[in-house]
């Protein structure tokens, strides 16, 4: 019995909604779909940007510094030994499309050093990170040589030639401020480097690149893994690494990836690349609760714009509403058509807003993306957010559809059908 | 049956409370065609609002057809309207949106019990009421006689035990007045309705079986 009168009362809200909207102003569902629409496209939009700006992140982390996997010395030591026959046991693990094992060393470097007045005169110079490597190896696992924007990249016998991370040569590309960088290495310049061991070398200039890896990548300089031997030693570096940089191919999952090489015996620290990325994260974490705010803001205008125009076609009804309740009509059904149009707009609004961030907003981005200095920014569309923004439009609407039915509701019948 | 015993209706509070009905008591049997006369603001509306379970008394008590409908929670008492009792206002109680054939369904729609055929019977009621050719206009697209007689063919749809009508010929002419009326006779005598009429119009007396006379909100007597 109670079915039966729940589905009598939800056919009778469904006609009286249907029979509103049809019959209604033309532009009250026209205003409400539009304004739910735009919520919607405002919500997605923002976290769609953001998203994109850590997807955009992720990716030249990944690309230019990390690779997928890491594999890093024990707690207790600085370097990675038996590093050669560790990368051919690496190779063989399926799914791998590349291994690179780094050397690294900070380096005091200067530019232009013979111009300086005094010794200890700063000069054009800095203290950077100096990674040695085999360069055709490193070109399986990140994209550096990809990024060159002056010059060339370096080949494996390279011994007096380096490649500069453009905000470490400085000019007119790098984003760092001039007394930052080199202020402005050109391919072809000597530049000299002071090792953390004391030796000092000189350098011509082979190439410069940006990765648009502002923290990382682009401040640093490479040299092959063959000098950085010479450099640091070549008895006991010849068969060492700083870290072992390994890249999965497309599809393989990286946990799996890390389960495996966690139980070939190597001695040293697996971890993915996500596990480096946490500081970026968290900036981008504060921009979500950000985004998440105006979402809500937006959310909550399009609820308010709703309750009013419901409210005051509610007011507008009194009379009809009274008459309805008069002749026996059951409050749950007179309330379940105002909820019913306000799910309905919702809906709509969504569908739409929906059609034009799929439709417009996509392949817009797609095709001109936005040029920020981390690099090109597309919107990254994640189901989370469509979900949570879908589920956020359509319980605003609800709401804003139930309170001002439910307020009249309240009322007399006599006092509504003379509209009191 | 109604029976209503001692009804009191109290509008406001304090200086400016408005005592409406002073203990009202009368009984109308089943089949019988009765009106309910009186000056303006002798309680006539106040009383049918009360007995058409549209309003709640001070005090007293009502009986239809032995439950004591003052008793119902409010979901059974607009149950109970929608079932058992038709309803005729005394002007624009139509609902603008639906059209004629719509405005007469919607309470069969609404129902458990009538819900089957609703089209078919909401269609066969206004032929009976003369407006078989009007289903598909809207309101606005008929005159207030035919509006007034859409809205007894609504009152009726559920087959109700009582009908109420609020002055239901207050705001027509007098050729428009009179369908209405005999409408009301003829559904009284050939179908046995039970029709209460609020009417402060003295002619109207010859349509009904019997005339129940208020007075400042006092029940002084019948005809």
């Known amino acids: 019995m109670a079915v039966r009168a729940f589905i009598g009362d939800l056919r009778v809200a469904l006609f009286l909604a249907f029979k509103s909207i049809v019959k209604g102003n033309r532009w009250v569902p026209i205003l409400l779909v539009l304004v739910m629409a735009s919520s919607f496209v405002n919500v997605i939009f923002t976290s769609s940007i953001l998203a994109g700006v850590m997807s955009t992140m992720d990716k030249q982390l990944v690309d230019t510094v990390l690779a997928n996997v890491v594999i890093s010395p024990e707690e207790d030591e600085y370097y990675i030994n038996h590093v050669n026959s560790w990368e051919d046991r690496i190779r063989q693990i399926p799914g791998i499309a590349g291994v690179s094992s780094h050397l690294n060393d900070s380096a005091f470097i200067e530019y232009q050093w013979k111009e300086k007045e005094r010794p200890t005169d700063k000069g054009k110079s800095g203290t950077w990170q100096v990674v040695g490597i085999e360069p055709q190896q490193e070109a399986d696992v990140t994209t550096i040589h990809s990024h060159i924007i002056e010059g060339s990249y370096l080949d494996d016998g390279d011994r007096d030639e380096i490649v500069l991370g453009v905000e470490i040569a400085g000019g007119d590309s790098a984003q760092s401020a001039p007394f930052l960088t080199l202020g402005g290495v050109k391919v072809g310049d000597k530049v000299r480097l002071t090792y953390s061991n004391g030796i000092q070398r000189e350098y011509t200039v082979k190439g410069i690149f940006r990765a648009r890896e502002m923290e990382q990548a682009d401040r640093t300089a490479f040299v092959t893994r063959q000098e950085m031997v010479s450099v640091l030693g070549r008895q006991v570096f010849f068969d060492r690494a700083s870290q072992i940089l390994v890249r999965a191919k497309e599809g393989v999952n990286e946990n799996s990836l890390i389960r495996q090489l966690s139980i070939i015996g190597l001695k040293g620290k697996v971890r993915s690349w996500r596990e480096y990325s946490g500081a970026m994260h968290s900036v981008i974490f504060t921009f979500r609760i950000i985004a998440s705010l105006i979402g809500s803001i937006g959310l909550a205008v399009a609820a308010i714009v709703m309750f009013i125009v419901i409210y005051i076609a509610v007011i507008n009804k009194k009379h009809e509403i009274g008459i309805l309740r008069a002749i026996g009509i059951q409050r749950g059904a007179i309330i379940g058509s105002y909820l019913t149009q306000a799910l309905l707009y919702a809906v709509f609004g969504v569908v739409f807003g929906w059609l034009a961030v799929r439709f417009l907003l996509q392949p817009y981005f797609v095709r001109y993306p936005l040029d920020l200095p981390i690099g090109l920014v597309s919107l990254t569309v994640q189901p989370l957010t469509v979900g949570s923004s879908t589920l956020g439009l359509i319980g605003s609407a609800i709401l804003a559809g139930f309170i001002p039915a439910w307020f009249i509701m309240k009322q007399g019948i006599i006092k509504a059908i003379w509209g009191e | ?223």
Not at chain 2, 68 to 94: H, I, N, P, T
Not at chain 2, 106 to 134: C, F, M, N, Q, W
Not at chain 2, 135 to 150: I, K
Request: proline share 3%; net charge negative; hydrophobic share 40%.
């Open chain 2, 1 to 223: 049956m109604i029976v209503a015993r001692d009804l009191h209706k109290i509008y406001g509070r304090g200086l400016s409370a408005t005592h409406a009905l002073k203990g009202v008591n009368l009984a109308v049997e089943s089949g019988e065609f009765v009106a309910v006369m009186g000056r303006s603001g002798s309680g006539k509306s106040t009383l049918l609002h009360l007995l058409g379970l549209l309003d709640m008394p001070t005090s007293g008590e009502i009986y239809i057809e032995d439950t004591d409908v003052l008793k119902l929670a409010e979901e059974k008492k607009s149950k109970f309207r929608l079932e058992r009792l038709g309803y005729v206002f005394q002007e624009y109680s139509l609902l603008g949106e639906l059209t004629v054939l719509e405005n007469v369904y919607l309470p069969a729609l609404s129902s458990i019990t009538h819900h089957a055929d609703y089209k078919e019977r909401a269609t066969k009621i206004l032929d009976i009421v003369g407006l078989g050719e009007r289903l598909g206009h809207y309101p606005s697209e008929v005159s207030g006689g035919e509006q007034q007689r859409v809205a007894i063919a609504r009152a009726l749809v559920n087959e109700p035990g009582i009908l109420f009508a609020d002055e239901p010929t207050a705001s027509l002419d007098v050729k428009s007045a009179g369908v209405v009326l005999e409408l009301f006779r003829k559904l009284n005598k050939d179908l046995g309705q039970t029709i209460v009429m609020v009417t402060h119009e003295p002619e109207d007396e010859q349509y009904v079986d019997r005339v129940i006379w208020l007075k400042d909100g006092f029940g002084v007597g019948c005809q």
